[in-house]
């Protein structure tokens, strides 16, 4: 007998967690953190900017309170991946002559790759847990990570 | 036959996994599992593999009845 079954994650998690997966996330797309991020904001001038929650989150308040926020960068592009009032996970881009339309989709690429690195560390963490052996692991061209896993 | 699951975490963080060699109701529990861990099941499907097994059983017993 033999199943496929799809699951739509769902990220609750204290801000340290979000924070270890934003950073493992945006590098492979180019994205730095920045540890200014007041300096960052006053370098992107006259820009557009894009919001995007993640509906299936929930960032857990923990002892730094609802200031918390990572500033990633990118050329002229700014993201900020912040805890929203409602306590979901979103981020806010910003650029330089960029559209709308442009800001969105990089930030909802970026939300997708945080959510995706979340997910893969939720996953191999459980599976080490369970003693269960992943005998092979692949990540194909448009990004998605292969596991193979035995000792079911 | 080894008995694996394959995960596949996509760019939106979306999971498809697969049993491969789970047999009974195994192989739900084993999707279940990984389910509990990403977040809300969306879909699930039997394989053709599993049809296949099924059709092969039943013939066999058809078989063995005539005798």
Redesign the interface.
């Known amino acids: 007998m033999s199943t496929v079954m799809v699951i739509a994650p769902l990220v609750i998690a204290n801000w340290s967690v979000i924070s270890a997966a934003v950073v493992g996330a945006v590098g492979v797309l180019g994205f730095a953190t920045v540890n200014e991020g007041v300096t960052a904001s006053r370098r992107v001038k006259e820009t557009n900017r894009a919001e995007i929650e993640l509906d299936e989150s929930e960032i857990l308040e923990g002892s730094g309170g609802s200031g918390e926020e990572i500033v990633v960068e990118k050329d002229d592009v700014r993201a900020i991946f912040s805890r929203d009032a409602r306590g979901a996970l979103k981020v806010c881009v910003e650029g330089h002559g960029r559209s709308k339309a442009e800001l969105r989709q990089i930030g909802e690429e970026l939300i997708g790759r945080v959510t995706q690195q979340y997910v893969y560390h939720r996953v191999v963490t459980e599976l080490a847990n369970r003693n269960m052996a992943i005998v092979n692991e692949e990540v194909s061209e448009d990004r998605t990570v292969k596991i193979r896993v035995r000792n079911w | 036959m080894?008995?694996?699951?394959?995960?596949?975490?996509?760019?939106?963080?979306?999971?498809?996994?697969?049993?491969?060699?789970?047999?009974?109701?195994?192989?739900?529990d084993?999707?279940?599992f990984?389910?509990r861990?990403?977040?809300?099941?969306?879909?699930?499907?039997?394989?053709s593999?599993?049809h296949e097994?099924d059709l092969h059983v039943e013939r066999h017993q058809n078989i063995h009845r005539r005798h």
């Open positions: 080894a008995e694996e699951l394959e995960i596949e975490i996509g760019p939106t963080g979306q999971v498809v996994v697969r049993t491969i060699g789970i047999k009974g109701s195994k192989c739900i084993a999707a279940e990984i389910a861990i990403v977040g809300r099941e969306e879909s699930r499907v039997l394989t593999e599993y097994t």
